[in-house]
């Protein structure tokens, strides 16, 4: 499974796309971060991203998307500029007919490093580790970014095979067990 993991921000937005399957080696297949300018106005803004994500969606070719759920911070402004690149990762996905995952932070946290309150460095290590890199990806929005791939090919693909299996029995008329 190929996922395109993304750490929405309107200033920097994490791009990290990741090969694997539960219970074999990660692959590494390419990170970056989008930046745009806060002198720009935000519809431009978010249409930097729109093209960026296109071009990322046709260059790796991802079987799903990852992108990390919006929560509550006291920054109002910095929550919107988030919420609205989130919706411009989920529409360009959603547009192409990719399933999209939305993460916690801090499941994402657990999912890379076991604990669910790890810092930012402690991130970027297990990354590192996991890709089997020789430098922590940085800025940290990269890191960020490869932890919800990995997050994802982890959790999110072994739900989603889960789910596929409930819905084929109920559609054979049996249930789950």
């Not at 990741?18 to 990660?26: N, T, Y």
């Not at 079987?63 to 109002?76: C, G, K, L």
């Not at 690149?85 to 399933?99: E, I």
């Amino acid at each position: 499974m190929r996922v395109l993991g993304i750490d929405p921000g309107l200033t920097r937005c994490g791009l990290g796309v990741v090969d694997g399957a539960v219970g074999r080696p990660l692959t590494l297949r390419a990170y970056d971060v989008v930046r745009t300018p806060a002198d720009v106005e935000t519809p431009l803004r978010l249409c930097v991203l729109e093209r960026a994500l296109d071009r990322w969606l046709d260059e790796h070719r991802p079987d799903a998307v990852a992108v990390e759920r919006v929560f509550s911070q006291q920054n109002v402004r910095t929550v919107m500029g988030t919420a609205q690149a989130s919706g411009v990762a989920m529409v360009v996905a959603a547009r192409r007919g990719l399933p999209v995952a939305l993460h916690t932070p801090s499941e994402v946290k657990a999912a890379v490093t076991g604990s669910g309150r790890a810092d930012k460095a402690q991130v970027g290590a297990m990354v590192t580790r996991l890709l089997r890199l020789d430098t922590v990806p940085t800025p940290a929005d990269a890191a960020d970014a490869l932890a919800l791939a990995i997050c994802h090919i982890w959790r999110g693909g072994a739900r989603s095979r889960l789910e596929t299996a409930a819905a084929a029995a109920r559609t054979a008329g049996g249930t789950p067990t």
